[in-house]
């Protein structure tokens, strides 16, 4: 039985993780960079930034437990996100993807 799956809002959902995870890191990466004065707003921008990818974090575990995804399925879908990032940076796409596109993203990482 196929389940009735946005595949868009899904590869959404973990590209603003990985997102969020790449702020977190950047922010980690610079926190000491610059003057000292400006260090209070360095230190206050990676606490939200750690929330914002905790929190981000949190709803793709829970999207991935409602779907019951193994750690196999869980790997293909992250693969399947680089890629369609990739595809939409290469061909300037917002967010419209093709259905033959969905349909073969949900049969790899469904199936």
Same mark, same amino acid.
């Given at each position: 039985?196929?389940?009735?799956?946005?595949?868009?809002r899904?590869?959404?959902?973990v590209?603003e993780?990985?997102?969020?995870y790449n702020?977190?890191?950047?922010?980690? !990466?610079? *926190? %000491?960079?610059?003057?000292?004065?400006?260090?209070?707003? $360095?230190?206050?921008?990676?606490?939200?930034?750690n929330?914002s990818?905790d929190?981000?974090?949190?709803?793709?575990?829970?999207?991935?437990?409602?779907?019951?995804?193994d750690?196999?399925?869980? !790997?293909? *879908? %992250?693969?399947a996100?680089?890629?369609?990032?990739r595809? $939409?940076?290469?061909t300037?796409?917002?967010?419209?993807?093709?259905?033959?596109?969905?349909?073969q993203?949900?049969?790899?990482?469904?199936?």
């Amino acid at each position: 039985m196929k389940m009735n799956i946005d595949i868009e809002r899904l590869i959404d959902l973990v590209e603003e993780e990985n997102s969020s995870y790449n702020d977190y890191c950047y922010s980690g !990466k610079t *926190l %000491y960079n610059g003057n000292f004065d400006g260090l209070k707003i $360095r230190k206050e921008h990676l606490s939200y930034a750690n929330q914002s990818h905790d929190r981000a974090q949190s709803a793709v575990q829970a999207i991935m437990e409602v779907l019951q995804l193994d750690s196999e399925q869980r !790997k293909r *879908l %992250y693969i399947a996100t680089r890629a369609v990032c990739r595809w $939409r940076v290469h061909t300037s796409y917002a967010f419209l993807m093709p259905a033959t596109m969905k349909c073969q993203i949900y049969n790899f990482i469904f199936a």
